[in-house]
């Protein structure tokens, strides 16, 4: 049931919609469709909106509509395995350009959120706002012991806004899905509910700071990125306080020329910066737009903003690092075998098609000097074509497009000529060697010793309990043919392999664990149980072969 005050939200967005000519959308309701031939009749169909093409058109109206929408449009266009390219790429021009509310509002909110004066709380308080956003806006404020910092504040309201118009949102994609086929392919529902999820998270000051602190962790000492330490004791969830950072906006090329940075490793540190972050740390910051990124005067990056986080299970690291090498080598066919084994395409996909698709989307693109190759547009043609094979949508993986997106884009405003491909070649090459091989076997060794050497001590009971089986078995009367007692053999033996795979197995990783921790005890006795659990195991092998 729609409320009056819905209805009266309906009938604006209807209206401006249809000011913007954006017709598709407001027929699609089924009471309005028979009224279709009315857009002949409509003005702004023979003036302003006539010729301007559609994805134009949808983003004027998002604008018109507020900084809800616009925020709404700016998920939606990295949504490009749904919509279509002239769409996307014009919902990504959305800039979130909001008015502040008065700094007097600001203080009235920090005053009640913490039930002390701002004078009692900052040593200064600036009313004039940095910077304001749809969600929150910032303000510049001193601490009583000298600290300069920044205090993030959410607009107030924002919240019941928010939830009202995400439920006509809902309205909308109902209906869309519900009468339209097209816009069933697009999921608006399913789309709507991402946006509610994304946007009531970045509500969250408290996750913010969480974001910044464990990024900051993850790059502590780093000469390439910087993050601002939060100040915990005066967060709260509806205030972020972090101390105040000094840098030159990313896309002010002529400021950072002038303040003579290297322009060319600030676009490769930028790489380097995001793949360490999905590869090495699995947790990456996914909102870095140049609003949101600044250079120190010494050439290191500073990022703020961290309301969007993103990471993926190691699985999706592990094929997606495999997929950017196998595109290196142009091996189309392990691409393919990749996306089935990771289960991003059904398992019944004809893996000779698939390549042949794979295929027919890349060598066009090879055929270009590296440097003119945008891996955010490879992944994004990859996706279009395996979404012809019913590829499952991933959300991981579509944050992490938009990021490297971003990325890319930075990088190549910074130094036209930046080759990715060669700067991230190289950091993939090394992650996928830790992954496999020796250093992967010890790093497994070093984490799961310590819950064998707590398991070791029952080996002996479990021991026990085998041979208890084993005795009770002999004991039974024996009343079938020799084929049962052959059986029964075959079972005391594969008990008997079992126990001494357990014993050799548990003693190896004891003793493993003992050469990596020589302080826990003497190294020679971690080398004595590491050469007989091996010995063990060697045994069980030889004994199973037989």
């Known amino acids: 049931m729609i409320r009056p005050g819905q209805a009266l939200r309906l009938f604006y967005i209807g209206w401006v919609l249809l000011r913007h000519g954006v017709w598709e959308v407001v027929f699609a309701v089924p009471v309005l469709r028979p009224l279709r031939f009315l857009v002949w009749f409509s003005p702004f169909y023979w003036t302003h ?26 998920m939606l266009s990295t949504r490009r395995d749904l919509l279509p390219d002239d769409i996307a790429l014009e919902l990504a021009r959305l800039q979130d350009r909001v008015p502040p509310f008065p700094g007097a509002e600001a203080r009235r909110l920090i005053e009640r959120e913490y039930g002390q004066s701002v004078g009692t709380l900052f040593a200064a308080f600036d009313e004039q706002p940095l910077a304001s956003a749809s969600i929150a806006q910032v303000h510049a404020a001193a601490l009583h012991d000298g600290r300069r910092v920044i205090v993030k504040v959410v607009r107030p309201g924002i919240e019941r806004t928010i939830r009202r118009d995400i439920a006509l949102l809902y309205i909308l994609a109902h209906n869309l899905e519900r009468y339209s086929s097209e816009a069933r392919r697009l999921r608006p529902v399913e789309v709507v509910a991402e946006y509610e999820k994304t946007i009531l998270d970045e509500l969250d000051m408290q996750r913010e700071a969480a974001n910044a602190a464990q990024l900051r962790r993850n790059f502590e000492g780093s000469e390439k990125l ?175 497009q938009k990021t490297l997106l971003n990325i890319e884009g930075l990088g190549r405003q910074l130094y036209p000529d930046l080759d990715l491909w060669s700067t991230a070649k190289p950091f993939l090459e090394h992650w996928m060697s830790e992954q496999i091989g020796t250093r992967a076997l010890l790093r497994s060794l070093r984490r799961n010793a310590p819950l064998w050497a707590e398991k070791l001590p029952e080996l002996p009971l479990l021991l026990h309990d085998l041979l208890e089986r084993e005795r009770e078995g002999r004991r039974t009367p024996d009343h079938g043919s020799r084929a049962l007692e052959r059986l029964r053999a075959d079972l005391r033996a594969a008990h008997r392999r079992t126990l001494l795979a357990v014993t050799g197995t548990g003693t190896a990783l004891a003793g493993g664990y003992l ?28 004994s199973a072969l037989r």
């Open 49 to 74: 909106t006539r010729g301007v093409p559609q994805a134009e058109r949808i983003r004027s109206a998002l604008e018109d509509l507020g900084p809800l929408f616009v925020k709404f449009g700016q």
């Open 226 to 400: 910087y993050i601002p330490e939060v100040d915990w004791p005066h967060t709260r969830s509806r205030m972020l306080v972090t101390e105040r950072i000094h840098g030159i906006p990313i896309s002010d090329i002529p400021a950072l020329q002038a303040a003579g940075i290297d322009l060319k490793r600030l676009a490769e540190w930028g790489v380097e910066i995001f793949f360490s972050q999905v590869f090495r740390d699995n947790f990456f910051h996914a909102d870095m737009h140049p609003g949101n990124i600044f250079v120190s005067p010494e050439g290191q990056y500073i990022a703020v903003d961290f309301g969007i986080v993103g990471s993926l299970s190691p699985r999706d690291q592990r094929y997606l690092a495999e997929n950017f090498l196998a595109f290196f080598r142009r091996d189309y066919h392990r691409v393919a075998e990749l996306h089935i084994e990771s289960g991003w395409v059904p398992a019944g996909t004809r893996i000779d098609e698939f390549e042949s698709a794979i295929r027919t989307v890349c060598e066009p693109i090879f055929q270009r000097p590296l440097k003119e190759i945008s891996f955010g547009h490879l992944l994004l043609r990859l996706f279009q074509t395996a979404r012809r094979f019913h590829m499952e949508v991933q959300p991981q993986l579509v944050l992490l």
């Open 515 to 542: 050469v990596l921790q020589p302080h826990t005890l003497p190294e020679p006795v971690g080398w004595g149980l590491l050469g007989g659990g091996v010995l063990l195991l060697l045994v069980t092998l030889r």
